[in-house]
């Protein structure tokens, strides 16, 4: 999605990364704004801040599949939050009906909402509190996607100069 927000000539910021993680540096090529956070540690106060920030300036989030854990629980809050208050957000569904265990599939079947809950459920190590946030940010009116060429005409739509 990088790849294709930079190739776009689609200014983005994007975060809170790992220090370390393949995202993070190909992020820090690509991205206007990395916002980093320490391997292996809780989003700190300082990156929950500055993700606040961009959000306020951004025009539109796009959440890409992750796995989400207690790690990364408060940036899908903050997600939530910021469709509350009005940010258009554009959920990408899990390409190939994959999980992050190796050998797992999720069905195909039903509609693309229902393809997105059961896939965030399959990456949901939070008790199911992931899903949950996901399921409300699909009750405020977020877009759902399932390819990177849909997620860029969305942003396109929304965005008249920012995207997060």
Known sequence: MMRALADAHIPFSIGALNIGDSDHTLALRLAEEVITEQPYAPISETSLLKVRQRLQQADV???CPTAIGPGNLVLIQEALQAARDGLSVVLVTAPFNTTCAPGEEIPVEGSTTEHLLKSVAARDYTGGQGSYYFEQLVHTGAIIVESV????EEIR????SQAI
């Not at 060429?149 to 860029?152: F, H, K, V």
């Not at 739509?157 to 008249?160: F, N, Q, V």
């Open 157 to 160: 739509k929304g965005a008249s």
């Open 61 to 63: 989030l796009l959440l």
């Open 149 to 152: 060429g849909s997620a860029l």
